[in-house]
């Protein structure tokens, strides 16, 4: 049986962690300089992705 391929698009964004999915906020990669402080700042500290949407990442590697 072939091995399964990581999802290369979804682990550049997840993140597991012990109990939960790790996420960033979006917009937060590239052309933050034309950005206010405040959505630059805001977008440093990470959030958990909720469980319906965790239970849908359970066949996807990453």
Given at each position: ?62
């Amino acid at each position: 049986m072939p091995k399964i391929k990581t999802h290369k698009g979804t682990a550049k964004v997840l993140n597991k962690r012990k109990n939960d999915v790790k996420i960033g906020h979006p917009g937060t990669r590239h052309n933050t300089g034309k950005k206010n402080a405040a959505s630059n700042r805001s977008g440093r500290c990470a959030s958990s992705l909720s469980k319906a949407d965790a239970n849908r990442f359970k066949k996807v590697q990453f």
